[in-house]
């Protein structure tokens, strides 16, 4: 079982800065895929950001030149830099892996819990 717990969120003003973290725990060969959703009330979850064990990224328009992603591949961790923050980025914020684990064939994909960001002054 792989267990993927965010961390970093909270209030911040709209212009601001908040960096969450994703650390994946659990019996992983290979983190194939690492992903930031977010949902806010009365909106479907949508993909923010994501990054493969080749470092490819990829950013959603609303997101692209504000938002990083990164991750260390030592500490099985993810992390989602986010700068100029407006009131529509306040969401929780899920991070999603897609994990090879040991002794299994198959990569299986696991959530983690979510994390509030509000943007607001």
């Known amino acids: 079982q792989v267990q993927p717990v965010e961390s970093g969120g909270g209030l911040v003003q709209p212009g601001g800065s908040l960096r969450l973290s994703c650390a994946a725990s659990g019996s992983i060969s290979r983190l194939n895929w690492m992903g930031w959703y977010r949902q806010a009330p009365g909106n479907e979850r949508e993909l923010v950001a994501s990054i493969t064990f080749s470092r490819l990224t990829y950013y959603a328009d609303s997101v692209q030149g504000r938002f990083t992603i990164s991750r260390d591949g030592a500490k099985n961790t993810v992390y989602l830099q986010m700068n100029s923050l407006k009131p529509e980025d306040t969401a929780v914020y899920y991070c999603?892996?897609?994990?090879?684990?040991?002794?299994?064939?198959?990569?299986?994909?696991?959530w983690g819990q979510g994390t509030q960001v509000t943007v607001s002054s």
């Open positions: 999603k892996v897609i994990v090879q684990s040991m002794g299994v064939p198959d990569a299986s994909s696991y």
